[in-house]
């Protein structure tokens, strides 16, 4: 039987990516020189095991150019070459071509041009003749160099095959090493009418005579290293059993047992946890069914427990099934220091990221959302906000400027923060801009805060020259819309000549969301509990008209914009005097607005569902959700209310 070794192929790619994301880290640690001798290793392993699933799947390309990307970092961790910034440069390049080598094996196409001359820059710089193949590279004695004997135990899991894994790769890996010579086990053999072909019944008894260090004949076993026992000890040395205690043999140098375990994509406890809560669920439900069926006005307190327990553990799986689709923020964070490097080598600035809180977890659809807003705010960080390093040092500042990437949690939220110790922004020269483009009146006085907040609107840039990298007035557009996408909220937080920070607040899960409950007149609406500032009932005196902006409210001398949903959505309300109502005062791009309803319900979770996916788009709404009674409420998008309030249409939403 013949194993289809394509239903593996998306697990490869996904591992291929994950190798490849820990290569380019731990080459710009290695360029800064914040790493020590195992950031090569782990390098090389990554390196190797890529190599080894590409020769698996047929991917020649991949596997040549590994092979002798393999071969450099080979003699870099045995320090035969030097490491030095060009070198870790071209290394950071050919991350760049493996990744497009990979992306086209994905796709099927053909490989990137590029890659057989950064294939050759590889040979050069490892000191080989160009096209040097895998054979060129058996690890013979040579240069006078001592030749050591080492005896190996190579025991396979059976499910070995299973996961798409050769045994006879780690022997090939293994002969490029040196002298070897192999004895197969046969003893797990089963009779020829219980021989499964997906089942490896083999092992192996190996003497291999190197010059080659423990670690390079460890690497050999990179690949399948969770799925076999290995002992590797120099010839002589009675050889340790293959099954033992983990603990002992993982302290054992030369050694490495390591048992596979059972997982998926989602941790197994995670998993069980939930099946506990759905038993516990099971049983609750089941009392209240049994009450029910005898109930009687004395079974009233019973019926209530069973409720009651119910309700608790629905709440509490609730937050498990949560928490399965929670991630890392680190999955995001982790592109960046490449991102900063390339940015600022372009610039010719000299930055260091530095990023804390990455293990904060985020809903998944979070996460991968957020990424594009992370991405321009990084990159302006690098170009609009640290200064070139002569200026800097003008200013009285180190020449290295600092980029700070933050993520931690606070009130049931998700703040994520980009940070730099640059030149700050220009705040008069913001203004001026605005007032150019028609964007504010001169006359208008606006906080600080209000102003810094124009860099949100489309196409707003105050660089004077367009570059690859800036200047087109794009950047900021999308970090607004891409968070307010997600019912989030940023803030920008400036001192000039000190630097500048982004502030994101973002809910942890889109699914399901704390809103506030309000009235307009038969309908309920939710508004996300994120935006609320405060809410109040305002005397006759604090709302007026006033020519040009429409109808305000003062607020502790500040007049925010007041706008009546009942007007916006077009339904008849109980209140239309202000002062008899309730006005809910809401954050929008940097300042505020004030929403006049008529009754406040209570703050409430619900769960979102897509309005566009169930009806179509919708003006001011930005999803709907099922309320206890049954019926329906639209949950309220403050930027979409806000350009409603300028006149744009909204179809009538009490048809």
Known sequence: MQIDLNQFRDTFFQEAAEHLETMESALLALQTGRADSETLHAIFRCAHSTKAGAGTFGFEEMARFTHVLESLLDRLRNSEIPVTGPLVELLLHSVDVLRALVDAAARG??????????????????????????????????NGAASGVWDIRFEPAPELFRVSLDPFLVLRDLAELGKLTAKADLSRLPALEALDTETCYLSWRLRLETTAGLDQIRDAFAFCEDVATVSIEPAGVPEAPAVQDETKAASQPGLRTTVREGSMRVAT??????????????????????????????????????????????????DRAMRIRM??????????????????KALGKQVALEISGEETELDKSVVERIADPLTHLVRNAVDHGIEMPADRERAGKPAEGTVRLRAYHQGGKVIIEV?????????ERIRAKGIERGLIPADDALSDEQIHALIFHPGFSTAEQVSDLSGRGVGMDVVKKGVDALNGAVRIKTARGQGTTIRIKLPLTLAILDGLLLRLGEQTYVLPLVSIVESIR???????????????????????PLLRLGRL?????????????????VEHEGGQLALLVDELLGQQQVV??????????????????????????????IAGLAALSRGEPLSNLAA
Request: aromatic share 4%; net charge negative.
């Open 538 to 560: 305002p005397r006759p005196e604090q709302v007026r008209d006033v020519a040009g902006l429409g109808e305000v409210v003062t607020v502790r001398k500040q007049s925010l």
């Open 569 to 585: 959505f077009h339904i008849p309300t109980e209140v239309t005097d202000p002062s008899r109502g309730l006005v809910v005062i």
């Open 419 to 427: 940070a730099e110790d640059g030149r700050g922004l220009d705040t």
């Open 109 to 142: 196409d053909a490989p990137p041009p590029v890659w057989e001359e950064v294939l050759e820059e590889l040979d050069r710089a490892r000191g080989a003749q160009p096209g040097c193949g895998p054979a060129a590279t058996n690890a013979e004695p040579q």
């Open 269 to 318: 406890d995670k998993v069980d946890r939930l099946i506990d809560l759905v038993g516990e669920l099971v049983i609750a439900q089941s009392m209240a069914a049994e009450i029910m069926n005898g109930f009687t006005p004395e079974c009233l307190p019973r019926l209530q427990e069973a409720m009651s327990e119910m309700e608790r553990h629905t709440r509490e799986l609730q």
């Open 608 to 637: 979102v569902k897509s309005l566009e996916t169930n009806y179509r788009k919708v003006e001011g709404i930005t999803g709907a959700t099922v309320l206890g009674d049954g019926r329906a409420a639209l949950i309220l998008d």
């Open 327 to 344: 991630l890392p923020v680190g999955s995001v964070f982790s592109r960046f220091p490449r991102l900063v490097h390339d940015t600022a």
